[in-house]
């Protein structure tokens, strides 16, 4: 007769070896253990039908394995459900990332890329008046030097990619710097933002992520969305 002590040993050794095929398939593996499950069940039931009366069956240890069983049962389910949230989750982001394409969007940046030979940022004035735009390229090289009359509130800032010789300058990423005074003469900060078209979208990692010219950035980089 088999005694109940032998119980976790065979438990045990189905575990081990439904371990050791970690390549398997969430679906097999929760196949493996109910077809498991079911098989202790019979055992058990075989053990009660045959325990001797003077070495009665344990009922806590049996009521612990089978809590054991369903525990593993339940999160090989919530393992499956997890999975499918997921694959919705990508799918969702994918098709709401299709629409930034074509779209201009502002980046908390300095830098911006040239698009169609020229170069936009984005700046917020708190009040009217001049500001004074530096603008240099990849190797901190000066390209432009202008100065551009503000208004208070948003406004676009458009360099046309001209060199001073007149040449145009080459595609890559420009970075600005504004220095700005009131009408008044006063000291004013204005803060520079990227202004770009959206050319892609990559989905095919963990999360969407847009190419903007030779840039490649994260949707949680994305401050505003335009359409004109």
Known sequence: MT????????????TASKTSTASS??????????????????????QLK?????????????TQQLVQFAGVEQQLRTNETLASLVTANRVNNATSALGFVGANVTVDRKGSPMQNSQVKWLM?????????????????KTVHVGSKALTAGEQEFVWDGKLPGGSQAAEGEY????????????????????LARVDSVDVSGDGPRIKVGSLDLALTDVKTIRRN
């Open 175 to 194: 970075t600005i710097s504004v220095s700005a005074q009131d009408t008044a003469l006063k000291v004013m900060e204005v803060k520079p933002f990227m």
């Open 50 to 62: 045959n325990q001797s009366p003077l070495d009665p069956l344990d009922t806590n240890q049996f």
């Open 3 to 14: 005694s109940i002590t032998n119980l976790p040993s065979l438990a045990s050794s189905n």
């Open 124 to 140: 917020n004035a708190p009040r009217a008046g001049m500001a004074s735009v530096t603008i240099k390229d990849k190797d901190g």
């Open 25 to 46: 398939s969430l679906a097999n593996s929760r196949t493996g253990i109910a077809n498991n499950f079911d098989q202790f069940l019979q055992l058990l039931t075989t």
